[in-house]
Antibody
């Protein structure tokens, strides 16, 4: 079955960097567009970034544009989120999510990871 | 993209129905019928309950239904049960691989 496992979260000082990983299994990773979604403590879901199945299309939320980079390594079935210049407001659980259709932008998320907590604090 | 607007909370007694609205003014929300709804318990992964406005994944009770008219999508839970107490988020495809979530609604059982 589809499994998404995030790692790399932790406590980091403002202004520092962090790289999150999402290990995928149970499906053909290279066939699916993959997303990062975050949820600040006690707050709602926020879409963060997407990389298309072929890596050619990348988009970011305005709130993180210029400070994060999404990437993927299909040989390792892993999605990444490199975050720079972290701010207190970036504190959240970051989850990777798979779209519902192969070779498509899809129309909903059908699988989610448990998430990894990033805490930005001095 | 601005978040879609949902009421902060709705409540109902067991057996009653509640409807959660999701309003957006962006063209993608009006023009696309790719609205999905997710149920989330505290500390848990979101679970899809409705996709493509009104379609229900297998395993989701038919008490859950969705609709959309103009710039407002709605999720209705009929015959409320205690297990329906959770947070609910709408989500819309926003074009070019991107998505936007609603602000979230807490459903409380009285």
């Amino acid at each position: 079955q589809v499994q998404l496992v995030e790692s790399g979260g932790g406590v980091v000082q403002p202004g520092r960097s962090l790289r999150l990983s999402c290990a995928a299994s149970g499906f053909t990773f290279s066939a699916y567009s993959m997303h990062w979604v975050r949820q600040a403590p006690g707050k709602g879901l926020e879409w963060v970034a997407v990389m298309s199945y072929d890596g050619k299309d990348i988009y970011y939320a305005e709130s993180v544009k210029g400070r994060v980079t999404i990437s993927r390594d299909s040989s390792k079935n892993t999605l990444y989120l490199q975050m720079h210049s972290l701010r207190a407001e970036d504190t959240a659980v970051y989850s990777c999510a798979r779209i519902n259709k192969e070779y498509s932008s899809g129309d909903y998320f059908d699988s989610w990871g448990q998430g990894t907590l990033v805490t930005v604090s001095s | 993209q601005s978040a879609l607007t949902q009421p902060r909370s709705v409540s109902g007694s067991p057996g009653q129905s509640v409807t959660i609205s999701c309003t957006g003014t962006n063209h993608f929300f009006v023009n696309y019928n790719y609205v999905s709804w997710y149920q989330q318990y505290p500390g848990r992964v979101p679970k899809l309950v409705i996709y493509d406005v009104g379609k229900r994944p297998s395993g989701v009770p038919d008490r859950f239904s969705g609709s959309k008219s103009g710039n407002t999508a709605s999720l209705t839970i009929s015959g409320l049960q205690a297990e329906d107490e959770a947070d609910y988020y709408c989500c819309s495809y926003a074009g070019t691989y991107t998505f936007v979530f609603g602000t979230g609604t807490e459903v409380a059982i009285l």
